[in-house]
């Protein structure tokens, strides 16, 4: 069993920036890809990053690149997103998320095992 806890999220200006971070108990997530996921009031929850499980290779929704960052510190069993220039768009519950197989990339929720349970961002104009 994995427990996921995100933090850092608040409220912040547009063009602020944010970085929230998952720390992971329970057992470890060295092995695992990791995920970030969103999800705005009245929208379904959307991919926003992905990580392998040696930070070795990432991925970004389209509209996300060169915003956000996603990186680990398996040493730490901790997985970051750095939110830089937010928009009010921006604003939604962010999850953090693993992925237990040890099979191809995945940019959906079904294939995320564990989550944690939310933290806010809001982003005023």
């Known amino acids: 069993q994995v427990q996921l806890v995100e933090s850092g999220g608040g409220l912040v200006q547009a063009g602020g920036s944010l970085r929230l971070s998952c720390a992971a108990s329970?057992?470890?997530?060295?092995?695992?890809?990791m995920g970030w996921f969103r999800q705005a009031p009245g929208k379904e929850r959307e991919f926003v990053a992905g990580?392998?499980?040696?930070?070795?290779?990432?991925s970004y929704a389209d509209s996300l690149k060169g915003r956000f960052t996603i990186s680990r510190n398996n040493d730490e069993n901790s997985v970051y997103l750095q939110m830089n220039s937010l928009k009010p768009e921006d604003t939604a519950i962010y999850y953090c998320?693993?992925?237990?197989?040890?099979?191809?990339?995945?940019?959906?929720?079904?294939?995320?095992?564990?989550w944690g349970q939310g933290t806010q961002v809001t982003v005023s104009s």
């Open positions: 998320a693993a992925d237990t197989r040890w099979i191809s990339y995945s940019d959906s929720p079904r294939d995320y095992e564990y």
């Open positions: 329970g057992r470890t997530i060295t092995r695992y890809n």
């Open positions: 990580i392998t499980w040696n930070g070795g290779r990432t």
